[in-house]
C-alpha cells in the first residue's frame, strides 16, 4: 500500500525559504513519477513542480527560478526546496506519485494515483 507524509510546512516572511519532504513508503518509490502540488483556499488544486525516475524536472511557471524539487531514492523522499517565497505562494501542499515512470502531462492532477495528506504553507507579507 502506498504511503505518502509530508512535512516541513509553515510560516515565512516573504521572501523566506521553506524545504517541504516527502516520505515515501509501500512502493519501489525509485521507479515511480512524483509530483508536488497545492491548493489555495476558495482555488483548484495546481500543479506546481514533477521529477520522474531520472531526474527530469518539470516547473509551473510562477515558481521558476524560485523551486527546485529533487528525490533521494536511497531515502524514499521527495523534496521541494522553496525560496523567495511570496504571499501567494501560501497553500496546503501535496506531494503526489504514480507507478509509471512517464506521464504525458506532469503537472496535471489526474496523472497521479496516490496522494499525501498535505502541508501548510503560509507567507506573510
Known amino acids: 500500500q502506498v504511503h505518502l507524509v509530508e512535512s516541513g510546512g509553515g510560516s515565512v516572511q516573504a521572501g523566506g525559504s521553506l524545504r517541504l519532504s516527502c516520505a515515501a513508503s509501500g512502493y519501489t518509490y525509485s521507479t515511480y513519477y512524483m509530483g508536488w502540488f497545492r491548493q489555495a483556499p476558495g482555488k483548484e488544486r495546481e500543479g506546481v513542480a514533477s521529477i520522474n525516475t531520472w531526474g527530469i524536472t518539470t516547473y509551473t511557471d510562477s515558481v521558476k527560478g524560485r523551486f527546485t524539487i529533487s528525490r533521494d531514492n536511497a531515502k524514499n523522499t521527495l523534496y521541494l526546496q522553496m525560496n523567495s517565497l511570496k504571499p501567494e505562494d501560501t497553500a496546503m501542499y501535496f506531494c503526489?506519485?504514480?507507478?509509471?515512470?512517464?506521464?504525458?502531462?506532469?503537472?496535471?492532477?489526474?496523472?497521479?494515483?496516490?496522494w499525501g495528506q498535505g502541508t501548510q504553507v503560509t507567507v506573510s507579507s
Open positions: 503526489a506519485a504514480n507507478y509509471r515512470a512517464y506521464v504525458p502531462w506532469p503537472l496535471s492532477e489526474g496523472e497521479y494515483n496516490y
